[in-house]
Each structure stands twice: as structure tokens, then as C-alpha cells.
């Protein structure tokens, strides 16, 4: 991985029935192929030698360095060039590939950008620059489309989409970004010129309208009332579909408040996670190693501010993995909850593609247990057999739901078990933003049948006195409390819920009344990570 933080996961159980992974990658086949001709400028992939030379983030280049410019030599002209036709600074242009991409493509902004910087050669405040630039224009993606529509005069769809994706690029930073206006609008129109030639005036125009506000104006002109409409207003004002910020005020007991600053935390950059694998590296010193911070709550989390995780010598050594410290919190509570009898035999029912397993399978080989993986898609098994390796952890190929029916996965027998079932993803908004626009209402029905499925193969592999954990990376009550609740009543497996409060981390506030947890980005500065701790009985 490459500049970024986790990645959405997919390709799997839950990529085939549309659910979304609380960790790891998602699919990965899309970060490094071709993309079509239209997401290219001029018919050719740019590269390394075609970076800019010198000037302040976010600046277009000198004429020698611009995308498309001919660069050095002597003339035969006398040295007289033609006037050069304005030309789009790299930043920019990665910036709008990987935007378009998403739209275009169904792909994953965290997955295609940090190819498309690599091609660029762009490092530093130019590489942070576009990053700021694809993430800040995906969040706000409602907003500006709003936006957009009221400046055009005409509804944001029936723009041409690249024009439509460069009008986003550039309302985002005239909107949220210090770029001066009149480089906005003039670098705007100059990617608009290289992708729709046809609508440079217009483009001028809405950019124009666009900059006669600010964020906070637009809102008051275009959000509904916030006392006669509260959801539309903060759907608007935080860009958010509606029915989102419905599922998380209902999941905050209403408390509009909150979720105002849940939205907000939604919409900032997070900082990067990686988890000190226990035995083989300890948290301070791979802070120290990394440049980082201890986390505030696993004793695995180290924050890191920025750069490139993947360059790290501790994950290409095994020694840490990229993972949020939710993530790590309610893998971790299985671990450490209190169990009676043999502790040897623990499963991970839903692997791929190997966060979860590969902090287990390091806590399981100080224990002497051994952790088995099961992972439906070919793929994502062997992605993490990779994040396995060396761990006491076998793989199976397999359908979770299968327990009892595959004689790898009988009933009765495994001691902890985790599920980490797939679900919509709305708990990992901050780092997967594109997802905010995808994801919808129709979604839940086969994903919470799904998830009761896989925990009722959980507590039939459970032997009597074991432990499942159920854990979604959302907070929609759906997925949560409803599912959990479902799952152990209809399983025919006796199970008492456990209180979860007292796994994590003593003095960890905000963790409700139990028996279950909710994470919150807003309150412990994680994913939106859900645990329910069951005991067969």
C-alpha cells in the first residue's frame, strides 16, 4: 500500500452480495491495470519523466515541466516558441484521473490514486496536494453537486461526466481549499480544456458563480431548515445522503448534536493506523521506527500522520500490518475474554482479507492455540495467507455457512470465534468516502441476512462455554443490535451476551450501557466498529 490507510474490502463473500469489510483491501485487481482511453489526457498514460519541476503545491508548472509541453533542446526557430496552450499542472491531473476512475470505473480512490502518483513521479506537497484534492472532492461530493446544479442552472447529471468530475475538482477548491480564487477557476477551465474542449465557457461561468459564496453561504442559500427539516439540512450541510444521517442519529439515540460532530469527523482526513503485531514488534518502538505516535487506546496502534505505510520495512517484514485501531480493539476483546476449559482452537469465519487473522494468529502463537482463516473467495484467501505468514494460521477455501456440513469446519469445536460479518460499510465513511454515494436503503436486506447467517454458523461451531464475537464495521441498528439480536434467537444454540465494556481498555469513554459496544470516529477517533460478545451455553 501506498499513501493510504485501509482499504475497502470486497471481491469476496461480501463483495459478491455488495457487503463492505471493516479492514483491509478491496478490490485490489483495480489498482494497477490500464484505464479506458476516456480517463486519459491526450490518448497517453503519463509517466515518471513528465513530472513538473519545482513551484508551490497546487501551482502549475513551468512551461518546460507542464503535462503535454515540449520539453528542452535547442529550436531551429531561433529559439521563438508558439504560445503554448494552456496545459494541466500534475497535481490537478491525478486528482481528476482518480476521480474520474471512481465514477467511470467503480473503483476505489484509495486503491487507484497511489498508482496513479507513482506514474505521476509526484511525491511530497504535490503528491499531498492531489490526495487532498480526490478525497476533499469525493466527501463533499453532495454538497458540491448541489452547488454545482444551482450555479449551472441545470441539474448536476446532465453535465458531461468530465466536465462534471473537473467542475467538482475545481468547486472543491475554491470552496475548501486556500488555492486563490482566480487559480481555481483559471486551472479548472484549463483541465476542462483538455477534457470537454467544447464547454471552456461554460466552465468559466459556474466557477465564477460558484466563487461569488463561500461554503457556509451556499448552505444557508441551498440546505432545507435545520428546525423544520433537521436530516435534509445536515444532510446537505455535511454531505451525507439522508437516509445515513437518519441510521446515525437513530444510532445515537437521536441526538442531533452528536451526530453533527460524528458528520464532521466524517469529513476529515484520518490518520493512518498500523497494528505492532504482539511478539514480533512492540507499538512504542515501531512509533519510534516510524516516525509515529503510540495509539490512545490498543496497545498495538501506532498513528501515523501521513506518508507511505507500505514503504515500511516492519510491514514488509511481517512485523505490523495497516489496520484501524477499532479494528484492533474487538479483534483484541476476543482474545482477552475471560473463557473456562481449552483455549487452543480458534476460527476467524469471515478472513479475508487478513487484518483480524493476522493480529490473532500473532496472539494465538504466544498462547500455543492455532487460528483457522476461512475465506469464501479465492482471491482474498490467498491475500490472507500472505498476512499469515509465519502465524499459526490455516487457511480454508471455504463458505463460512458450511459449518456442520464441512468436515474442516465441525460444529461444536472451536473455543473463540470471530465473526467480522460483511455489512454496508457506513462505519468507515472518513476512509472510504466514495462509499457515502454507493451504498443504499436496499442494500441491508441481503447483507443483515447474511450476517445472521455466518453468526448462526459461528454458535454452531462454538463448543459449549466458547465465545463469538460479532463485529460490523457500522453503526446501523440493522446490522447491529437487530441482526445480533435475530441471529442468537433463531440459532437453536443456547448463548448469553456477554458485557463487552470490560475487554477494551480501562478509562475508554463513551462505551454506552452494554452489553454490546459502538466505536465512534467522533468519540475514540476510530471506525464506527460494532461488538456483540456471545457465550454458548
Not at 462505519?427 to 447483507?447: A, F, H, I, K, V
Not at 437487530?482 to 458485557?499: I, K, L, N, Y
Request: some cysteine.
Amino acid at each position: 500500500m501506498t499513501g493510504t490507510s485501509e482499504g475497502p474490502s470486497g471481491d469476496r463473500l461480501s463483495g459478491e452480495r455488495g457487503g463492505e469489510r471493516s479492514d483491509g483491501e478491496r478490490r485490489g485487481e483495480r489498482s494497477g491495470g490500464e484505464r479506458s482511453d476516456s480517463g486519459r489526457f491526450g490518448g497517453e498514460r503519463f509517466g515518471r519523466e513528465q513530472r513538473p519541476s519545482g513551484g508551490q503545491r497546487g501551482e502549475r508548472p513551468a512551461r518546460g515541466g507542464q503535462w503535454g509541453a515540449r520539453a528542452g533542446g535547442d529550436r531551429r526557430d531561433g529559439g521563438r516558441r508558439p504560445p503554448a496552450r494552456p496545459t494541466v499542472d500534475l497535481p490537478r491531473q491525478v486528482a481528476y484521473e482518480a476521480v474520474a476512475a471512481v465514477h467511470r470505473d467503480d473503483a476505489y480512490a484509495n486503491l487507484v490514486l497511489p498508482s496513479l502518483l507513482r506514474d505521476a513521479g509526484l511525491v511530497g506537497r504535490d503528491a499531498a496536494f492531489a490526495t487532498e484534492l480526490t478525497y476533499g472532492t469525493l466527501r463533499h461530493l453532495g454538497t458540491l453537486d448541489a452547488i454545482l446544479s444551482d450555479a449551472a442552472g441545470r441539474d448536476v447529471q446532465r453535465i458531461d461526466p468530465p466536465v462534471r468530475d473537473a467542475l467538482r475538482i475545481g468547486a472543491y477548491q475554491l470552496l475548501h481549499t486556500r488555492v486563490p480564487a482566480h487559480a481555481a477557476v483559471s486551472s479548472t477551465v484549463d483541465l476542462v480544456r483538455a477534457v470537454g474542449p467544447g464547454a471552456t465557457g461554460f466552465a468559466n461561468a459556474v466557477l465564477r458563480e460558484v466563487a461569488g459564496r463561500d461554503a457556509d453561504a451556499w448552505v444557508t442559500k441551498l440546505a432545507p431548515s435545520a428546525e423544520s427539516d433537521p436530516v435534509g439540512h445536515l444532510a446537505l450541510a455535511y454531505s451525507h445522503p439522508q437516509w445515513i444521517v437518519r441510521a446515525f442519529a437513530e444510532a445515537l439515540g437521536g441526538d442531533l448534536g452528536e451526530t453533527t460532530r460524528l458528520l464532521i469527523e466524517d469529513n476529515e482526513r484520518p490518520p493512518v493506523h498500523l497494528c505492532a503485531r504482539p511478539g514480533l514488534a512492540d507499538a512504542a518502538e515501531l512509533a519510534d521506527e516510524a516516525g509515529g505516535a503510540p495509539g490512545a487506546f490498543s496497545p498495538y496502534a501506532v498513528y501515523l500522520s501521513g506518508g507511505a505505510p507500505g514503504d515500511l520495512p516492519a510491514l514488509a517484514q511481517g512485523r505490523a500490518h495497516v489496520q484501524d485501531e477499532g479494528s484492533q480493539l474487538v479483534a483484541n476483546a476476543l482474545a482477552v475474554a475471560p473463557l473456562d476449559g481449552p483455549d487452543g482452537r480458534w476460527l476467524d469465519l469471515c478472513a479475508g482479507p487478513g487484518g483480524k487473522s493476522g493480529l490473532l494468529g500473532a496472539l494465538a502463537a504466544q498462547r500455543d492455540a492455532r487460528l483457522t482463516a476461512v475465506e469464501v473467495s479465492e482471491h482474498r484467501a490467498r491475500l490472507v495467507e500472505q498476512a499469515t505468514r509465519g502465524l499459526p494460521v490455516t487457511v480454508l477455501h471455504t463458505d463460512g455457512r458450511t459449518v456442520g456440513a464441512d468436515p474442516k469446519l465441525p460444529e461444536a469445536h472451536f473455543d473463540r470465534v470471530l465473526v467480522d460479518a460483511p455489512c454496508t460499510g457506513l462505519g468507515s465513511l472518513r476512509r472510504r468516502p466514495e462509499s457515502r454515494w454507493r451504498r443504499q436503503p436496499s442494500d441491508l436486506p441481503p447483507l443483515t441476512r447474511l450476517q445472521r447467517e455466518l453468526l448462526a454458523a459461528a454458535l454452531r461451531a462454538t463448543r459449549p462455554g466458547g465465545l463469538v464475537a460479532y463485529v460490523t464495521c457500522s453503526p446501523h441498528t440493522v446490522e447491529t443490535h437487530v441482526t445480533v439480536t435475530e441471529a442468537a434467537r433463531r440459532s437453536g444454540v443456547p448463548v448469553d451476551f456477554v458485557d463487552a465494556r470490560p475487554l477494551l481498555p480501562a478509562g475508554m469513554p463513551g462505551l454506552g450501557d452494554g452489553p454490546t459496544v459502538q466505536l465512534w470516529p467522533h468519540r475514540h477517533g476510530t471506525d464506527a466498529m460494532f461488538l456483540a460478545m456471545l457465550r454458548r451455553t
